[in-house]
T-cell receptor, first 113, second 114 residues
Framework: SAVISQKPSRDICQRGTSLTIQCQVD?????MFWYRQQPGQSLTLIAT?????????ESGFVIDKFPISRPNLTFSTLTVSNMSPEDSSIYLC??????????FGSGTRLTVV | GDSVTQMEGPVTLSEEAFLTINCTYT??????LFWYVQYPGEGLQLLLK?????DKGSNKGFEATYRKETTSFHLEKGSVQVSDSAVYFC?????????????FGKGTRLSVIA
């Protein structure tokens, strides 16, 4: 199955700033998925990133707040822009690895102060 | 749209007790069904999965059977251990392989006491 390297693993950021999260996959994949897990909550899909086209965002998430890049088939970034304390969450990337199921990055624990 | 409903937690059990965590789903077509586990401070791990009706997924003593007639995928374990304490997520994928994200239930926190 795919191995995903996600970084940073955690960060503490000042409100109003931005943080870029990176995910590197050890194999080529068509789609990458970005999720948010708010404290004590389940995972909510932010967007789907397809190489060569703009990401598709779920209701409640907008490109200006969560811009995504997908420059090639093994890499993607998610930026959390103009952060507020409400953005404090764990952010995860994921890929579908067919019969092996979905693989997740280890997550980025973001705290906004 | 597609959705997953799982029993509310937290669930607290004594070691060696029987575990059931209920999960039902709503989806068009024939989704694949998954259970993921998140141990304290760790990332998500695939526990088991089933891709068609009547399939049984199993791993580490956990089992779940894909029941199309009741749209359910309940997680069971005959004898839980303290090390099973974690949050368990039921999830589904309703589209083509590789192109469709998972839809998660709210998660059920399990605490096993010695």
């Amino acid at each position: 199955s795919a191995v995903i390297s996600q970084k940073p693993s955690r960060d503490i950021c000042q409100r109003g700033t931005s943080l870029t999260i990176q995910c590197q996959v050890d194999s080529q994949v068509t789609m990458m998925f970005w999720y948010r897990q708010q404290p004590g909550q389940s995972l909510t899909l932010i967007a789907t990133a397809n190489q060569g086209s703009e990401a598709t965002y779920e209701s409640g998430f907008v490109i200006d707040k969560f811009p995504i890049s997908r420059p090639n088939l093994t890499f993607s970034t998610l930026t959390v822009s103009n952060m507020s304390p409400e953005d404090s969450s764990i952010y995860l990337c994921s890929v579908d690895w067919g019969s092996y199921g979905y693989t997740f990055g280890s997550g980025t624990r973001l705290t906004v102060v | 749209g597609d959705s997953v409903t799982q029993m509310e937690g937290p669930v607290t059990l004594s070691e060696e007790a029987f575990l059931t965590i209920n999960c039902t789903y709503t989806a068009t077509g024939y989704p694949s069904l998954f259970w993921y586990v998140q141990y304290p401070g760790e990332g998500l791990q695939l526990l088991l999965k089933a891709t068609k009706a009547d399939d049984k997924g199993s791993n580490k003593g956990f089992e779940a059977t894909y029941r199309k007639e009741t749209t359910s995928f309940h997680l069971e374990k005959g004898s839980v251990q303290v090390s099973d304490s974690a949050v368990y997520f039921c999830a589904l994928s309703a589209g083509a392989s590789g192109n469709t994200p998972l839809v998660f239930g709210k998660g059920t926190r399990l605490s096993v006491i010695a």
